[in-house]
Structure formats: C-alpha cells, structure tokens
C-alpha cells in the first residue's frame, strides 16, 4: 500500500454527551405519492435482492424506490464486521450466490437505470473479500445495461490485489466511505481503519486516475470542526473528486446515538469549504447519503 499520511487525531473512545432523540423539523418530509415505490419493492423481492435501502433503513427509501432506483448490496444481507452506526445484521455470511450478477442486471435493466450503484456486506470471509463478485457484477450490468456503474465498496483489509480486480471491471465511480473522523473510528467502524480507507482511495486515483473516487462522511457523532476539516484536508490529498456529507440517524437505541443535528445551513457552509479544497463535486445536506441522486454527482 501507499505510504500511510499521519494521523491527526487519536483514537479514543467515544464518549457522547446526551443523545438527541427528537427529530428537528428539517429531518422530517412527507412520503412520496403513486404506486413507483410498490414496482421497485416487488421487483426487488421478486428477483431476491437486498438492497442498502431497506438494509441500512436509509430515510431517503420511499424517494428512491418511488424514482424507480435503488442501491443494491451484493453478497448477502449479513456482514462479517460490528460496525456502530449499521443496522446491518452481523454474523456468519451465506456462500455466495452465482447468478447474482444476472439477477442485478436484470433488476437495473427493468428498472430502466441509466446509473446503477453496486455496494456490498464486508465479506472478511472471502479470501478476495468479494473482489471478483463485484467484478462480475459490473460487467453483468454493464452488458444488460449500458448504464454507468459506481461501485460502493469495503476496504478489503487493504488487499491490493483485490481492488485491482474491481478496478478492472472499469466502473466510472470507485466509492469508499470514509465515515467519519479517526477519533470515533474504533466505536463507529469496528475493525475498519482510517488510513487504511485513505490509502484505498489514494491508490485507487494512482492506479486508475480516469476513473472518478468518491467517499462520504456522516456527521452529526460528536466530531469537532477541526476534526472535520482534518478529515477533508486528508480526503482531498488522495486525489479523491467527489465528497457527501449528510446526517448520521442512529438506527435504533442499541446503535451509536446522535449527539447533534447539523442545520441544513451548516451543510451549505460545509459544501462551500469543500468545494474550496478542490473537490469536483460535493452534495452535502442533511439527507444527502453516499449513493443519493448519485447520477447528478457524476457526468
């Protein structure tokens, strides 16, 4: 791997002060009217597909569905890490199924999506961490579909053979979730680390600088302003082009609590900045998640 940058803060446990619990009026919309969000639902059910959507009880689902798009998490519906803030359920994953590619492509195809985001479950089972599944996955889509693909992917322990093979499957987006500041990471990330996210991304945009890198951060945990702007100086030395902020919602009591709701004016503000540091795109707000409206990030 690339040559690790320092990091700036150090690890501690995270100590949040009193939770908030009540939602502030600009975290709260009505749902969206039609039938669209049935079709993708039973679409998806129908061809037995799981999705990050329903996963990660992500509030932005009856949008989406109702747009006729969805982000689809490959390779089961159980993780092998004990991430803090997901509702993904962790365990022993089920072996991988052969014809999901297919089952993806046919989804998106019908779907008629012109991008499609293929994210997964950390598979630390697999000995490529599900390197080559993705790469089915892609070319699958991309054959069915013709759609710009952007992969959603995990850290893969660092393995560099690993990410070469996803990158062979030239998706337009390579995304890799920062998260969120060093700081919070042994709590919030389980067994992932901050530099090793940084080096993905680092080695990625060296590896292949034609394809677009992206990653997001969720806010809203506890973190400081100079942690934050730390974080964004560190993303944007790898050469990453493209930044999401949104606001972290804690998925249930057991999961790490939110200690503040950013306004939807501090996100603006915080767009501004990152537009600053060089990032080609940014879509910061208090909905805004990695694969929101994912198609206007790019093009």
């Known amino acids: 791997m690339m040559q690790a940058l320092p990091m700036l803060v150090n690890e501690a446990e995270f100590e949040p002060s009193t939770p908030v619990r009540r939602l502030p009026a600009w975290l709260k919309r009505p749902l969206p009217a039609g039938n669209e969000n049935f079709f993708t639902n039973n679409l998806l059910k129908e061809l037995g597909l799981e999705t990050v959507c329903e996963n990660a009880r992500c509030p932005n689902r009856p949008e989406c569905y109702s747009r006729r798009t969805a982000t689809f998490m490959i390779m089961g519906n159980i993780c092998t890490r004990p991430c803090g803030f997901c509702s993904v359920p962790r365990g022993e994953p089920d072996p991988l199924e052969i014809d ?11 779907l008629g999506l012109k991008h499609v985001v293929i994210t997964s479950v950390t598979r630390d089972d697999l000995p490529d961490g599900g390197a080559d599944h993705f790469y089915r996955c892609v070319l699958a889509v991309r054959e069915r579909t013709g759609a710009v693909v952007e992969v959603l992917t995990p850290d ?18 390579f995304n890799h979730n920062t998260e969120t500041v060093p700081r919070f990471y042994k709590k919030v990330r389980g067994r992932a680390e901050y530099q090793r996210s940084l080096d993905l991304l680092r080695y990625v945009k060296r590896r292949a600088p034609h394809l677009t890198t992206k990653t997001g951060l969720m806010l809203g945990l506890g973190e400081t302003r100079e942690e934050l702007l730390d974080v964004l100086g560190d993303i944007r030395r790898t050469g990453c082009d493209v930044l999401t902020l949104g606001q972290y919602l804690t998925p249930t009591l057991k999961h790490v609590p939110v200690v503040r709701y950013l306004p939807p004016e501090e996100f603006d503000e915080l767009a501004v900045l990152a537009r600053s540091l060089g990032f080609q795109q940014v879509a910061s707000g208090p909905f805004v998640r990695s694969s929101y409206h994912a198609d206007e990030m790019v093009g």
């Open 156 to 173: 893969f322990l660092g393995d560099v053979g690993a990410i070469d093979r996803v990158i062979e499957s030239q998706p337009e987006v």
């Open 100 to 110: 999901e590619p297919q089952r993806v492509a046919e989804a998106a195809h019908r």
